[in-house]
């Protein structure tokens, strides 16, 4: 299976942003899906997860009540909806998906076997 995350760019501090995760080579309908971000010099960290019927979801404090995680599994894609953006939010975000089907969404980055390139979200002040 092939990840690839769309959408990154330039915002400014306050905008929204909408990121989107295309899997091709194998459906994603069974399967959590997590989102991480690396900011420069920094180690990749977790900022959403959502299970793999949508039924729950999972957040970074830091992104809680600002980002909103969401999967369509008919169009095979899902979703980072990310309003309130902040200049610490400025990082490459990976979309990811964990190897087995029917399990729960974690927040560890070692559950997920499957990442895509990522894409770059620049948030200026």
């Known amino acids: 299976v092939q990840l690839q995350a769309s959408g990154g760019g330039l915002v400014q501090a306050g905008d929204p942003l909408r990121l989107s995760c295309a899997a091709s080579g194998q459906t994603l309908s069974y399967y959590p899906m997590g989102w991480f971000r690396q900011a420069p010099g920094k180690e990749r960290e977790f900022v959403a997860a959502?299970?793999?019927?949508?039924?729950?979801?999972l957040y970074a404090d830091s992104v809680k009540g600002r980002f909103t995680v969401s999967r369509d599994n008919a169009k095979n894609t899902g979703s980072l909806q990310m309003n309130s953006l902040k200049p610490e939010d400025t990082a490459v975000y990976y979309c990811t998906m964990r190897r087995a089907t029917y399990t729960s969404a974690t927040t560890r980055e070692e559950d997920y076997a499957y990442w895509g390139q990522g894409t770059l979200v620049t948030v200026s002040s």
């Open positions: 959502i299970s793999w019927s949508g039924s729950y979801d």
